[in-house]
């Protein structure tokens, strides 16, 4: 028979081995849940890209650069309201403008490398989440429509109020909100 201590040390060794440690909550792939309350959706997870994953979850993609920097392509300065403006100003939130520029950024970086999504995806930054809401089956949004969309929120609303541009023919808005978001 094997000696007591010769049975802990192997259940030590085994325990070690099959336990494997659990992901951290900023790493790419991790899926958060979502929280909704007052008609608002929000996550407590890291700032960063989100995609929906399923009705309950997100699933996490990580910090932009281009988020961290606040920083626009030459495209982003230069898109102008293109005459589709649905655009909502949502009174009393308010936030500085470079938080906002800062998640924006991060939303439009993801468009830029990846234009395709469904269901809602978001960038949260400083409490700040720039979101695209999917009402279709899935959209295409290209780095420099969302600029324009960007742009149709500026002109309305300025650079640190919340807002949202409604594209009702593509069943999809665009926005910004401050402490979570509402599709």
């Not at 951290?24 to 890209?49: C, M, Q, R």
Request: hydrophobic share 35%; aromatic share 10%.
């Amino acid at each position: 028979m094997y000696s007591p201590n010769f049975i802990i040390a192997l259940l030590a060794i085994a325990g070690t081995a099959i336990a494997a440690p659990a992901p951290e909550a900023s790493a790419p792939g991790v899926f958060h849940p979502i929280e909704t309350n007052g008609g608002l959706t929000k996550i407590t997870g890291p700032d960063g890209l989100y995609i929906s994953h399923n009705s309950t979850h997100m699933s996490y993609h990580g910090l932009s650069e281009d988020a961290a920097t606040g920083k626009r392509s030459d495209d982003a300065v230069l898109a102008r309201a293109d005459g589709n403006c649905d655009v909502v100003c949502i009174a009393g939130q308010f936030t500085s403008s470079s938080a906002i520029s800062s998640a924006q950024a991060g939303l439009r970086s993801a468009f830029a490398s990846n234009p395709n999504w469904k269901g809602n995806i978001f960038y949260l930054a400083n409490s700040v989440y720039a979101f695209g809401c999917d009402y279709g089956s899935g959209q295409n949004t290209p780095a420099s429509q969302y600029d324009v969309d960007v742009s149709c929120m500026q002109s309305a609303c300025g650079g640190s109020q919340a807002a949202y541009n409604r594209r009702r023919t593509w069943k999809a808005t665009y926005g910004r909100e401050i402490g979570g978001f509402s599709c």
